[in-house]
């Protein structure tokens, strides 16, 4: 068979980058500078584990300082390389400049499989792995700050702003360091849903432009829309559970790591998530088709496919079979460049990662405001805005009483408009409005000019654009 020559994923980045550049006029020179990683910093350190030494080697990678702090996630996974960080920084710098994150993109990561060590072992490496990462200020409230990504969640970020904490004692802002901790660590409420929320209202946001549906041969709203939806972990999870939960949307394929589901009439996704997470894979679920190579369903017939377990999983060698006419990058860089030629001259419609996955790092931005202010969102206002309320229904019903038209209230209205808004109301309304932007900033561009043929590189113009303002700006 003939053998392609499939780019690396940080080459596939510059690829797409450079693709958007060429439809630029930036001024000489400038575009070299934005498009390269500034610093990654390699770290091998020591871990005394089950009565020996191990070493362990990890990056964190700075792409662009254009803002500060920097920002991206640390993660866990046995084949993390400086190529892999440093192409996912890029990502983090340009996702940030879309959604209006003020942050430079960064990115960390740790060769290890989490599923080797027990909890105790990952903490003491997670402590060792922060330790060397803060004393460098690769850590930092101000300067650099860390999030979850793949193997990594709640529970190491809590040990990473703690490790913080003890080494900065006097610093009121420590908690910022760090972002994607539990709400009892100074989390936000809706962090850990956030990027799957995010990826929802993406493609509720694509289907309220009827113009863009039918560019992928789609017509109608997510309402019965056939999903499949490769890594059921944090990300894909979140997705298919709101997708069909709350739009109405199938979810008839499941991808994991042994294998995949595949039933025509959906899959329950709270209840597959229970038996992946007892059994430590997908396989025996009951009422669905397993197959055990998994990346075949890929290519099945479907309206939506939502990579959202790792890069490089849709490649030049089986970009032709992809039936989907709508995919949803929820996952970094699963579509390869030559892959993505690929599927746009088939006609394929690709929301691109860069918008799709952005709703962790705006959450992120939330939780980060929420650290730096001391206060959580909606502890002033949210009492004063139901009094308000309440004197308008007060109003309303002496209004209906004395003029003796006996107007009442719809049943359940009164409850819903008099309660106020909490934090995980207003982080989902700050997320959905976003997202809703960011879309329209794509769109406008896409629409506007013959020359951008897709979402992606329309996102790429919008995010140079802001990244090459801001270094003016500052007068580079
Ligand atoms: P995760 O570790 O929670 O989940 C990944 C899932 O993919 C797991 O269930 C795993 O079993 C599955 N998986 C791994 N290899 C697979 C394979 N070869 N085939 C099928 N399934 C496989 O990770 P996550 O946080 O959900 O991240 C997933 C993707 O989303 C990554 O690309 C990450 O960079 C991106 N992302 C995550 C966040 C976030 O907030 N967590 C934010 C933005 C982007």
Redesign the pocket.
């Given at each position: 068979m003939h053998r392609f020559q499939e780019p690396s994923f940080r080459d596939s980045v510059d690829l797409m980058f450079n693709r958007a550049v060429a439809l630029m006029d930036l001024e000489p020179g400038l575009e070299e500078k934005i498009r390269v990683c500034n610093a990654t910093y390699t770290v091998r350190f020591g871990v005394r584990l089950r009565g020996q030494m191990h070493t362990f080697t990890g990056y964190r990678s700075v792409h662009s300082e254009h803002m500060e702090p920097v920002k991206g996630?640390i993660?866990y996974a046995p084949e993390v390389n400086q190529n892999e960080v440093e192409a996912?920084a890029a990502l983090m710098t340009f996702k940030c400049a879309l959604v209006e994150a003020p942050f430079g993109g960064s990115k960390g990561g740790l060769c290890l499989n989490p599923r080797d060590w027990e909890e105790h072992e990952l903490e003491r490496i997670t402590r060792r792995f922060a330790y060397e990462l803060i004393k460098r200020d690769m850590i930092n409230p101000a300067q650099n700050v860390p999030?979850?990504?793949?193997?990594t969640g709640e529970r190491e970020m809590a040990w990473i702003a703690d490790q913080y904490a003890r080494m900065n004692t006097t610093d009121i802002n420590a908690r910022a360091c760090v972002t994607g901790k539990p709400l009892n660590a100074g989390g936000i409420a809706g962090r850990v849903e956030?990027?799957g929320r995010g990826v929802q209202y993406a493609l509720q946001e694509f289907f309220r432009h009827p113009e863009d549906v039918a560019k992928a041969g789609l017509s109608g709203t997510l309402d019965g829309k056939r999903v499949i939806v490769?890594?059921?972990?944090?990300?894909?999870f979140h997705a298919a559970k709101f997708l069909s939960e709350e739009d109405g949307a199938k979810i008839i394929g499941v991808?994991?790591?042994d294998g995949a589901l595949y039933n025509p009439a959906g899959l329950d996704i709270a209840a597959l998530r229970d038996w992946l997470v007892r059994h430590g894979g997908v396989a025996g679920f009951p009422d669905a088709t397993h197959t055990a190579e998994?990346a075949t369903v890929l290519e099945e017939d479907c309206d939506i496919l939502i990579p959202?377990?790792?890069?490089g999983v849709i490649t030049m060698e089986n970009a032709p079979r992809i039936k989907a006419p709508l995919i949803i990058e929820?996952?970094?860089g699963p579509i390869t460049a030559g892959a993505d030629d690929i599927l746009r001259s088939r006609g394929t419609v690709i929301i691109p990662d860069l918008y799709a996955?952005a709703g962790?790092v705006t959450v992120s931005y939330f939780e980060w405001v929420k650290n730096l202010s001391h206060i959580r969102f909606g502890r002033m206002q949210r009492r004063q805005e139901e009094a308000r309320h309440q004197l308008l229904i007060d109003e309303l019903e002496r209004l209906s009483r004395d003029s003796g038209i006996g107007w009442t209230l719809s049943p359940g209205f009164k409850d819903k408009y008099l309660r106020g808004a909490g934090e995980l109301e207003l982080v989902r309304s700050g997320l959905d409005d976003t997202m809703r932007t960011a879309y329209q900033s794509m769109r406008e561009v896409w629409h506007a000019r013959a020359d951008v043929p897709d979402l992606r590189t329309a996102g790429y113009l919008v995010s140079i654009d802001r990244v090459s303002a801001s270094y003016r700006a500052k007068g580079l």
């Open positions: 996630g993660r996912l999030a979850p990504d793949m193997g956030a990027t490769q890594g059921l972990g944090n990300v894909g991808i994991e790591r998994g959202a377990a790792l890069e929820a996952a970094n996955n962790g």
